[in-house]
């Protein structure tokens, strides 16, 4: 999209960090992660905002996450 209409985008914001991982890494992330999706939806994920995260994640942004179809970040993956 941007390299075909770049006067259409004003910006591009993302979530995350993947630095310089290989092709081969994130091949074997997404392997490791898609079941783990599939099988426990968001909750491992959430769960882990206490370990991760400086500051408590606000319950209404547990909910909002728990509200979305997980298949949709499964696809992204």
Not at 21 to 32: D, F, M, Q, W
């Amino acid at each position: 999209m941007a390299d075909e209409h770049p006067a259409r985008i004003r910006a591009l914001v993302g979530s995350g960090a993947l630095g310089e991982t290989s092709p081969e890494a994130l091949g074997k992330i997404v392997a490791r992660l898609v079941p783990e999706f599939r099988e426990h939806g968001w909750n491992k994920m959430i769960d882990q905002f206490g370990v991760s995260e400086r500051e408590p994640v606000p319950e209404w942004t547990k909910e909002r996450i728990r509200a979305t179809d997980v298949e949709q970040f499964i696809g992204y993956l």
